[in-house]
């Protein structure tokens, strides 16, 4: 992996990922809380969904 990809992908989790579904398993991470969370996303008109999904 290019050492750019590994930092967007890295700050991506840090600022994004890990605040809404924190550290637990993947288990933790339902359809229903991705659906919110990516609703939540397009609502702020924000750049991360491009750079997330």
Do not use: C, Y
Not at 4 to 22: A, D, K, M, Q
Not at 34 to 43: E, F, N, P, T
Request: overall charge positive; glycine content about 8%; aromatic content about 6%.
């Amino acid at each position: 992996m290019a050492d750019r990809t590994r930092e967007r992908n890295e700050s991506v989790t840090r600022l994004h990922i890990l605040p809404t579904f924190g550290a637990g398993t993947a288990v933790d991470v339902t359809t229903a809380r991705v659906r919110s969370w990516r609703g939540k996303l397009l609502a702020s008109r924000s750049g991360v969904l491009r750079q997330v999904f």
